[in-house]
Every structure is written in structure tokens, then in C-alpha cells.
């Protein structure tokens, strides 16, 4: 009897065993599977710079890499200050303050984002290039995107100042300190966490930038890939740039994440008290709506004054049927391409955060190493993409060679999944073990928990990743420029078309669609993401 007994446990924890086994193949198998797919262009980059001869490494890292390294860091340095600068001050102004204008600019703030800053560029330089000589150099470059981009710092910053709690503040008013001491002293460390996340990508758009360093000549790595690439014909240059440009983005990112790790808050929730809004005086407060104005001037209302005026006058509109008819089909390509894109994405992105959920640490963490792809420049990701697939498509049938709209799809894949990705994980880590015990309770199968119980709960997290990614989509351009396929034409491509050949009359329509379209969703998403706890007025 003994020896039955045994038998039989042994048959059920081997049992036990196969299914776990099962089950881990289940999650890990699809979850390695699309973790490996989306690495596997920039193994393949890496593979390729084993390739480059020592002597071309040593000619590439003295001679040509330095110049495209050196413009890329003073426009990261400049523009990154007039970020840093514009999106603090005007987020501590509106979280503070009450000024004139202050609820309407609190949201006008964000409106430079719906304008690409390439269409910027090539506005100020047709209204200044012929009368300020040198116009077309690093220090205007950096003001304008510090214009486009502040944004990202403004928006985070602002929240990071409406969860602050008035204990602080009140605390230091018995010390005597002055707002703008409590500003450097209390709000600001607090909040640096926050802002330096919002600096991080705009840094990272700076360093993406195709169109506005391409028209004012500026030799970024961005454009160095481009232009050594395609330009130059040089492959090896090309493939050296890009590593370089990887490793100094990883590093970059790498520093952030172990610096923000040093740096420890705790706050007590039950005793938040909300931010009370101070009334200024009629001086202080014109000159506050003054400075708030300033960046949407330079950033929105001048580029899109100028783009209205040429488009009610019709500029260079000599025969606009057919120019219509090309502007329909990009606009239909446009919705296309983001529709597809948004879909493919939020699938691999729930996928990945759901396996990794039901798997080890191990898995998270790989789960979340996709989040560095956000960092890698349209062009070097275009370029991975296409030495990666070049080397595929020899295996394949000619029938099923990728390239194209496919290739375009997979590009906007890897460069916007770490959106979703991101938001997604945090929605997840939000649903309590109770609500996973409630499932096997129920015996509920993976799917239908996935479908019943976790994506209902996930709704806000879809929906932000969905404005986030479309808002970005709208705007993208070197992939665009890089992977569409023959006469296929997108807003941004088509706007960029007829402005880098300085038709800005015919650029002006497709610009507005962009802008236009994209305000409605950045309102939303400004909405989600700075709702505050309460405001006080005294």
C-alpha cells in the first residue's frame, strides 16, 4: 500500500511539474520571442560593427565621429537649458500662482507640441535667414527646440508641484524663507525626479530631430547616419556613427536611472493638504503672464500665424486639384499607418506585461528593457532596421520579402512600444494579488482574465498610450523619410517636401492638419496627466 502511495504522489507532483513547465513555455516562449524581435535590429547593428576594420575605427572615432558628437551635445546643452528653464518656471508659475490668463495658459503651455519643430525651422528662417546674417547656427537651433520641446519638462513638472503638499511651504514660512527660496530649497528638490524625466525626452527629441538640423545644416549624429549613409555611401562610417550614437544614448539613460535611484522621498498620503494658489499683485501678475506667453509666441502662435496667413492666401497654388487629391491620399496614408501602428502595438505591449506578470523577476525586467528603444533616433533605427532585414530577406522566398509598409509598421513598433509599454506596466502593478486570487477562485482561463478582469481595469492606461503614440505617430519623420515606399507619402513627409524646397505656401495646408489634429489630442492627455488633488484660492 506503501508503494502505491508513492507511486501515485510521484505521478502527481511529476504532473505538477509538466504543467508548471507548460505553463512557463506558454509565457515565456511568445514573451522571449517578441523581446528577441524587437532587439534584433540593434544585435544586428552590433554584429555588423564587428565587421569594421581596426584601422577604419581608429580614422572614424578621430576624424569624422567627433564634429556629429560635439553639435549634438551643445544642441542637447542649449536646448535642454531653454527646456529646463521654460518648463519649470512656467509649471511653478501655474501651480502656484494666480495670474492673469493663468487657467487658459496652464493648458496653451503644451500647444508647442502639436507643432513639429521642423516646420518652426523652416518658418523662422524664411522670416529671419535674409536679414540676421549666421541665422542658421546651433544657438538659434537650440532656442527653437527649447520652444518645441519644454513641454515634456512643463507638463511633468507640473504635476510633480500640484502633489506637493502646503506642509512644506508652511513649514518654511516659519523659517522665514521667501517664495523664491522656497522654490530652490523645498519645490525644486522634490520635484526633480519628475522634471528630470520630462528633460529626458527632450533630449531625447532633440537628438532625434531629422528636418530642422537637415534644412540648417547642422551635423548631428541624426543627420550624420542620413547623410554618411545615403550621402557618402560610406557603410562602415554609417555603422560606427550608429554604435557610437547607441552607446552614449544608453549610457545617458543608464546615468539618469542610477542617479534618480540615489535620490529617496517618502510623503505621508493621509496628510496631503492640495496647493493653495497665491494671488499676485497686477505687476507681478503681467509679467508672469508675459514670461508663460513667451514660449508659445516662439513655439506655436508665430508658426502657426504665419502657416493661416499663406494658407488663406493660397500661395503658390497654381492648379490645387490634383495637390488636393495627393493631400487626401497622404492624409488617408497618415490614419492608416497610426490606426495599424497603435493596434500592433498595445497587442505586443500587453502581451509582454501580461507574461512578464506570470513569470519571474527575470522576465519583468527583460519585459522593461524595451523602454531604452523610445531612445534611439528615427534614422538609426531606420537604419538598423534596413540592415537587419536586408540579411532576412536572403532566406525568404521573394514572395515574402519584407519591406515597405511592413518594414514602416515594425520600425513604429520598436521606436513607440516603450509608450505603451511603460503605461501598461504601471496600470497592471496597480490591480491588487486579491484581484489574481479572484481569477483561480473562479478558475478563470489566462485569456478570459485578460479580456474580463485586467483590460476593463487597464482602460485609462489603453487610452493614454493610445493619445501618446498617435500624437507622436502624427509628427514622425525620419522613419518616414527612410522606410516608406515609393511615392507613398505621409503629412510629415509631405509637408517636409515642399518646405525643404522652400515653398512654405504649399506647406502650410498638410502643416495645419498636423497641428490641428494633434491639439484635441494633447488637451486630453494634459487633462490625464496633471489633474490635480484640489486647488485653494486665498
Not at 504635476?159 to 525644486?188: C, E, H, P
Not at 520598436?414 to 483561480?440: C, D, W, Y
Not at 518646405?499 to 502650410?508: I, K, N, T
Request: net charge positive; aromatic share 12%.
Amino acid at each position: 500500500m506503501t508503494d502505491i502511495s508513492r507511486l501515485l504522489n510521484s505521478r502527481g507532483l511529476l504532473k505538477k511539474r509538466l504543467l508548471r513547465l507548460v505553463k512557463l513555455l506558454a509565457y515565456a516562449l511568445p514573451l522571449g520571442l517578441l523581446i528577441s524581435l524587437i532587439f534584433f535590429p540593434l544585435l544586428a547593428l552590433g554584429a555588423f560593427s564587428l565587421s569594421i576594420p581596426l584601422s577604419d575605427w581608429v580614422i572614424l572615432l578621430t576624424d569624422h565621429i567627433p564634429p556629429y558628437l560635439s553639435n549634438t551635445l551643445l544642441l542637447v546643452l542649449g536646448g535642454g537649458f531653454a527646456c529646463l528653464v521654460w518648463g519649470v518656471s512656467c509649471a511653478w508659475l501655474t501651480a502656484n500662482f494666480n495670474f492673469y490668463g493663468r487657467s487658459y495658459l496652464s493648458w496653451l503651455l503644451i500647444l508647442p507640441l502639436a507643432c513639429p519643430v521642423y516646420i518652426s525651422g523652416f518658418i523662422y528662417s524664411d522670416i529671419f535667414s535674409s536679414t540676421v546674417p549666421g541665422f542658421h547656427g546651433i544657438p538659434v537651433a537650440s532656442l527653437l527646440f527649447g520652444a518645441a520641446f519644454y513641454p515634456y519638462v512643463y507638463i511633468f513638472s507640473l504635476a510633480a508641484f500640484k502633489q506637493q503638499s502646503m506642509d512644506y511651504v508652511w513649514a518654511a514660512q516659519t523659517m522665514g524663507l521667501s517664495n523664491l527660496q522656497i522654490f530652490k530649497r523645498i519645490s525644486l528638490p522634490i520635484a526633480l525626479p519628475f522634471i528630470s524625466f520630462g528633460l529626458l525626452l527632450a533630449v531625447i527629441e532633440i537628438i532625434n530631430d531629422f528636418g530642422l538640423v537637415n534644412h540648417y545644416s547642422i551635423n548631428t549624429v541624426s543627420l550624420g547616419i542620413y547623410r554618411v549613409w545615403l550621402g557618402l555611401g560610406d557603410f562602415n562610417g554609417a555603422v560606427g556613427l550608429a554604435i557610437v550614437t547607441l552607446i552614449a544614448l544608453m549610457v545617458i539613460m543608464i546615468t539618469e536611472a542610477y542617479l534618480l535611484s540615489k535620490r529617496k522621498r517618502y510623503e505621508n498620503q493621509s496628510r496631503h493638504i492640495p496647493v493653495r494658489i497665491k494671488r499676485l499683485q497686477p505687476v507681478s501678475s503681467m509679467l508672469c503672464m508675459l514670461w508663460c506667453l513667451l514660449p508659445i509666441a516662439i513655439g506655436f502662435l508665430v508658426p502657426v500665424g504665419f502657416l493661416a496667413f499663406h494658407a488663406l492666401k493660397g500661395d503658390g497654388d497654381d492648379g490645387g486639384g490634383d495637390r488636393l487629391q495627393d493631400l487626401g491620399a497622404a492624409l488617408v496614408n497618415t490614419f492608416t499607418l497610426i490606426i495599424a501602428a497603435i493596434f500592433i502595438i498595445l497587442v505586443c505591449a500587453i502581451l509582454i506585461n501580461y507574461s512578464a506578470r506570470r513569470l519571474s523577476k527575470f522576465w519583468q525586467v527583460a519585459g522593461q528593457s524595451i523602454n531604452i528603444c523610445y531612445a534611439l533616433p528615427g534614422t538609426l533605427l531606420g537604419f538598423t532596421c534596413i540592415l537587419f532585414f536586408s540579411k532576412v530577406n536572403q532566406w525568404l522566398p521573394d514572395n515574402w520579402a519584407i519591406g515597405g509598409i511592413m518594414l514602416l509598421l515594425f520600425a513604429y513598433t520598436i521606436r513607440f512600444i516603450p509608450a505603451a509599454n511603460r503605461s501598461i506596466h504601471n496600470g497592471l502593478v496597480q490591480i491588487t494579488p486579491s484581484m489574481e486570487m479572484a481569477t483561480k477562485l473562479f478558475a478563470l482561463k489566462p485569456f478570459t482574465s485578460l479580456t474580463k478582469i485586467h483590460l476593463p481595469l487597464l482602460k485609462g492606461a489603453l487610452i493614454s498610450s493610445c493619445l501618446i503614440i498617435f500624437a507622436e505617430l502624427l509628427k514622425e519623420l525620419p522613419l518616414v523619410l527612410i522606410l516608406r515606399p515609393f511615392n507613398f507619402e505621409t503629412l510629415a513627409s509631405f509637408t517636409y517636401q515642399y518646405a525643404s524646397d522652400e515653398r512654405l505656401g504649399l506647406a502650410s495646408l498638410p502643416a495645419l492638419l498636423i497641428i490641428f489634429t494633434g491639439i484635441p489630442v494633447l488637451y486630453v492627455l494634459h487633462r490625464s496627466l496633471t489633474a490635480a488633488r484640489g486647488e485653494k484660492h486665498f
